[in-house]
């Protein structure tokens, strides 16, 4: 009888532990998962894409492979919360965010690192084809219309050059890229380095 009781006590504390440690994997996976995508879009947060966009620009640097990075930015979204709040701007939000990831290829990447700014990278893509990708990109983005507001969308193109030093000097060409196509009237995208 004391030998079942045993039994019984030991295969419930195993059971116990391994309900523990299940529960305590689904919360790391949480954790990790809070910790790397943004909370409205569930796409890579900034860290992330900084992170991830490195390793990508360390490599095709390296290896001479092309890399080609756009921040597209949607100016008005600030004013647009304001007026409407924060729902039909985070409805937007997932939206243009469903459309991006639509476009891409599982090897480039697609990020949220900031409010209104959206960072894309492709992967083993020439000047020629990445041009026509981000002019895709600009136009399926244009359908998405936020209620009573008005957005503007700026992509700024950047591609990787043998005389690119550092990932920092990409990144400034990038943001060059996004500032000019802010200040430009007609198409939105302007392009440095294509």
Known sequence: MLETI???????????????????????????????LDD??????THTCFTQLET?????????????????????????????????????????ASELDQQLRTTDLLGRIHFDVFLVA?????????????ERIHQALKQYQLEDATVKIALGVTHLHLDTENFTQFMQQ?????????????????????
């Open 6 to 36: 045993t039994i019984t006590l030991s295969l419930i504390f195993f059971i116990s532990t391994l309900a523990l440690l299940l529960q305590n994997q689904r919360h790391k996976a949480t954790i990790r998962q809070l910790t790397t």
């Open 174 to 194: 990038a943001k060059s890229a996004l500032d000019e196509a802010n200040r430009q009237e007609g198409t939105g995208i302007h392009y440095i380095g294509h």
């Open 122 to 134: 492709l992967t083993y893509t020439n000047t020629h084809d990445s041009r026509a990708v981000f």
């Open 40 to 45: 409205i879009t569930g796409l890579k947060n």
């Open 56 to 96: 990508l620009f360390l490599t095709a640097k390296r290896y001479h492979q092309p890399l080609t990075v756009a921040l597209v930015q949607f100016t008005g979204l600030n004013d647009a919360e304001t007026k409407l709040g924060r729902e039909p701007v985070s409805r937007y939000l997932k939206q243009v």
